[in-house]
């Protein structure tokens, strides 16, 4: 099971660019890096998934390098809305869901 | 609103007790995942059900008991609660199992007193 490691919290102002890495240095073959976004007192919400390369969405671009023992989600432009708590997970069906302890962005204006 | 509800929003009970807490997935998926997120320990998944059978297990106590019905609605039961037990309990869906997209629901807050 690819333990993860990301920084505990963050800070950032509005409108600029927030990345955020996650280190999976023992990831599996099978494993994909998926993120999620969580505000307080209410459940995550999917933002980004990945296997390599890069992944774009309409929120967030995921980085995966060729080791893929790391990745870093991209957050373009952040606003007061995006304070939130992010999780990178590791996994592959069947397996245990780890979502870890997350990293706490805080965005101020 | 991701299309995932849980009844109740709110519970209150004692130590000792037994309470079920009820999750309906959004239409379509057919896993449910319990999760537990307590202010120390953070976010911790519990337990995966895939049509009807049990498909991955986290930490779960074995205080605590799941399963999902065949109208793929799933129940968490907590017995024997302990102060330790209160938190918010979220469930999950998603279509297929694995790492698919989970949709989480609003979450059932326990309060054990």
């Known amino acids: 099971l690819a333990k993860t490691t990301q920084p505990i919290s963050m800070d950032s102002y509005e409108g600029q660019e927030v990345n955020i890495t996650c280190s999976h240095n023992?990831?599996?073959?099978?494993?994909?890096i998926t993120w999620y976004q969580q505000f307080p007192s209410q459940g995550p919400r999917f933002i980004i998934q990945?296997?390599?390369t890069k992944v774009t969405n309409e929120v967030a671009s995921l980085f995966i390098p060729a080791d893929r023992k790391s990745s870093t989600l991209s957050l373009p432009r952040v606003s007061l809305s995006d304070t939130a708590v992010y999780y990178c997970?590791?996994?592959?069906?069947?397996?245990?869901?780890?979502f870890g302890k997350g990293t706490t962005l805080s965005v101020s204006s | 609103d991701s299309g995932v509800t849980q009844t109740p929003k709110h519970l209150i009970t004692a130590t000792g007790q037994r309470v079920t807490l009820r999750c309906s997935p959004r239409?379509?998926?057919?896993?449910v995942y319990w999760y537990q997120q307590s202010l120390d320990q953070g976010l911790q998944f519990l337990i995966q059900?895939?049509?009807?059978?049990?498909?991955a297990k986290g930490n779960i106590l074995e205080r605590f008991s799941a399963q999902q019905f065949p109208d793929l609605h799933s129940e968490l039961n907590l017995s024997s609660l302990e102060l330790g037990d209160s938190a918010l309990y979220f469930c999950?869906?998603?279509?297929?199992?694995?790492?698919?997209?989970?949709?989480f629901g609003p979450g059932t807050r326990l309060t054990v007193l």
């Open positions: 059900y895939y049509n009807g059978e049990e498909r």
């Open positions: 990945g296997y390599k």
């Open positions: 997970l590791v996994g592959q069906a069947g397996t245990a869901l780890i």
């Open positions: 239409s379509g998926d057919l896993s």
């Open positions: 999950a869906s998603s279509f297929a199992s694995g790492m698919n997209e989970q949709f």
């Open positions: 023992n990831i599996a073959t099978n494993d994909y």
